[in-house]
C-alpha cells in the first residue's frame, strides 16, 4: 500500500516542486529575537538589498517608552518573473499625528522604510521605499487583516505565499490613546 502511494504522490510532488523551483528561499530571517531596526523614541532607515523586497514586519508596543514601538523587517529576493528593479525612490512623507493611508506609485513594491518619531505627538511619521520592476506586478490589492486589532497589541505579519507582495499600508491614529 505504501508504495503504491509513494507511486501515485511522488509525480504530484515533482510537479508541484518544478513549478515553484523559482521559489526556493529559505525562512524569513529577523535576525537574532532582540535584534531591531530602531531603540524606542528613535528614528531609523531600513532598506532590503537590491532586488528584494519587505516580506514580513514584526513590531512590539510600549506605553511605558513614550507609546512607541520597536520594528523589524525581513526581505527576500522578489520572483524572477517580475524582472529587475528599473527604479526605485523615496514616496512623500506620512505625518506624525495624522491618520494615513500609502501605496507605492508607479506599480512599486515596498523595499523599506523610514520613520523619526515625535514626542510631541507619541507618534511617527513614515517613508516608504519603493521599487518598481522591469514587469507589471499582476495583482489585486486588498488590505490585510493581519494587523493589531489594538493599538498596543504586537505584530507579526508575515507574506505566506510568495506571490503576495507590501504595496502600502494605512495607520489609525487615536489623539486619546496616543
Not at 123 to 134: G, H, I, L, T, V
Request: charged share 15%; net charge negative; hydrophobic share 30%.
Amino acid at each position: 500500500m505504501d508504495l503504491v502511494l509513494l507511486c501515485v504522490f511522488l509525480p504530484l510532488v515533482t510537479v508541484a516542486w518544478g513549478q515553484y523551483g523559482d521559489y526556493n528561499y529559505g525562512p524569513y530571517n529577523y535576525g537574532d529575537n532582540d535584534e531591531w531596526v530602531n531603540v524606542y523614541r528613535q528614528g531609523f532607515n531600513f532598506q532590503c538589498p537590491h532586488g528584494q523586497v519587505i516580506v514580513a514586519v514584526r513590531s512590539v508596543f510600549s506605553k511605558k517608552e513614550g507609546s512607541d514601538r520597536l520594528w523589524n523587517y525581513a526581505c527576500m529576493p522578489a520572483a524572477q518573473s517580475l524582472g529587475e528593479p528599473t527604479e526605485c525612490w523615496w514616496e512623500e512623507i506620512n505625518r506624525a499625528g495624522t491618520e494615513w493611508y500609502q501605496t507605492c506609485s508607479n506599480n512599486g513594491l515596498v523595499a523599506g522604510f523610514q520613520s523619526q518619531y515625535f514626542p510631541s505627538v507619541l507618534d511617527r511619521e513614515w517613508q516608504f521605499y519603493c521599487c518598481r520592476y522591469s514587469r507589471r506586478c499582476p495583482y489585486s490589492c486588498w488590505l490585510t487583516t493581519e494587523y493589531p486589532g489594538h493599538y498596543g497589541e504586537d505584530m507579526d505579519m508575515m507574506m505566506y505565499t510568495y506571490d503576495h507582495y507590501i504595496r502600502g499600508a494605512t495607520t489609525t491614529f487615536s489623539a486619546v490613546n496616543r
